[in-house]
Every structure is written in structure tokens, then in C-alpha cells.
């Protein structure tokens, strides 16, 4: 198994919170929550379900895209495979 932590980024618009995960922007890495903990928890979803594809199918997590884990005063996300 392997760990990964994900930088993403929060936005609000004042009805609620965008997020994204730059880094797996290609693959559609983007949600949104009424609260930051819920958009957070949401893109958690979304990355997990795009790395088990990407499992599945053989690729590769982007090189560069994702590091062992770090600590970081950025919001991030954190998966293990």
C-alpha cells in the first residue's frame, strides 16, 4: 500500500465551497459541499474513486502529480492505496 496526499483547492462563493484537486484536473477532480469539511470529504471521494480506476486500468498516477506523505499548511487529501 502506498499513501498519497493531493493539494486541492478551496473556493467559496458564498452559498458554499468549489474544490478541485489540480493535479487530477484532467480526470474530472472536482466537487463542491454546503461546508468546507463536506466539499473536503467529497473530493476525498472523488480522488479515491478516480485513483481505483486508474488502478484497474493499469496507469499510472501521474508522476509528479502526488507525494509520500506530507505535512502541509494547504488544504490537501489524503489517500492510501
Known amino acids: ?5 493531493f493539494k486541492v483547492v478551496l473556493e ?6 468549489h ?3 489540480p493535479a487530477l484536473d484532467h480526470y474530472g477532480a472536482a466537487t463542491w459541499g454546503e461546508t468546507k469539511e463536506q466539499a473536503l470529504d467529497h473530493i476525498q471521494e472523488v480522488i479515491e474513486l478516480i485513483l481505483e480506476e486508474l488502478r484497474e486500468e493499469g496507469l499510472p ?6 507525494e509520500e506523505v506530507a505535512v502541509s499548511e494547504e488544504p490537501s487529501v489524503t489517500v492510501t492505496l
Open 61 to 66: 498516477i501521474p508522476d509528479g502529480q502526488a
Open 12 to 17: 467559496s462563493d458564498g452559498e458554499g465551497w
Open 19 to 21: 474544490v478541485r484537486c
Open 1 to 5: 500500500m502506498k499513501t498519497y496526499t
